[in-house]
């Protein structure tokens, strides 16, 4: 599932696909559209140019010159590619932008639980007002403001995107082993230690997976042993423990986060 990392390695290929003139849209399947219809989609986009793209949390923004804002949310199997026009179309592209004459940029999504829709300043701010702020600015004392008053566990508190926006389930149980926090303490339980273990590891978490475009799949991650057949903790060696958190699977080093 595309959680921050991957999503701002999309808002790259956004950048690697230029702030070009859409010269033709293709709506390959109508399931992706959320709140905008095929017809709409082409009478506020076709012929604008696509202006700097931005994201926050998992949600990413494009802007278009003097027009909406394509916003794009991408589930569980969303991404974006862009290819040059000739290159044959993938089985899940299902919405086609044609950049200029030397781009086209594809939004690909096998199961289509989320999408691509049009916002206006007002709607991209109903969006924003939604989620609380980013995980890759977030500082250690908002951190723990926002933590210290949530009644849930720790890890539910994580991926609740009104809470911190852009963790999903990898990252937060990558980010809890690194802390040393055992994923089911409540959140206002932790001590100031722990908060600040917690910033800290989030931070170094990020800036890692960010450059790699995803969560690295390392073994000396946690990310790199959780399906493992028999999944050992990178740090102890101990067998690794897996649950359901928040009716999220959550694998975690009972020896290293007691």
Not at 11 to 21: A, D, K, P, S
Not at 119 to 144: K, S
Request: glycine fraction near 10%; charge should be positive; hydrophobic fraction near 35%.
């Amino acid at each position: 599932m595309p959680e921050l990392p991957d999503v701002e390695g999309f808002r790259r290929v956004l950048i690697t696909c230029g702030r070009r003139r859409v010269t033709g849209i293709e709506v390959r399947d109508a399931g992706v559209l959320r709140g905008v219809t095929e017809k709409r989609l082409r009478k506020e986009c076709g012929g604008r140019r696509l202006g700097k793209a931005w994201r926050h949390g998992k949600w990413l923004f494009a802007p278009t010159d003097g027009g909406p804002t394509l916003v794009f949310h991408f589930g569980m199997t969303g991404s974006l590619w862009c290819c040059s026009p000739d290159e044959p179309l993938a089985a899940h592209d299902r919405l086609v932008l044609t950049l200029g004459d030397a781009r086209s940029l594809r939004y690909r999504d096998q199961r289509k639980l989320q999408g691509v829709q049009l916002a206006d300043e007002a709607a991209v701010d109903r969006i924003l007002d939604r989620l609380g702020p980013d995980a890759l600015v977030v500082d250690r004392g908002e951190l723990t403001e926002l933590l210290s008053g949530r009644r849930g566990a720790v890890k539910s508190a994580l991926m609740d995107q009104s809470v911190i926006a852009g963790l999903g389930n990898l990252l937060c149980d990558e980010i809890l082993w690194r802390a040393r926090v055992a994923p089911r303490t409540p959140a206002r339980d932790l001590s100031e230690t722990a908060y600040r273990d917690l910033h800290a590891a989030m931070g170094r978490v990020l800036r890692t997976a960010v450059r790699a475009g995803r969560v690295p799949p390392r073994r000396s991650w946690l990310t790199g042993r959780r399906d493992d057949s028999e999944p050992l903790c990178p740090r102890c060696g101990r067998s690794l423990s897996s649950g359901r958190t928040g009716g999220r699977r959550t694998v975690w080093c009972p020896h290293c986060q007691s």
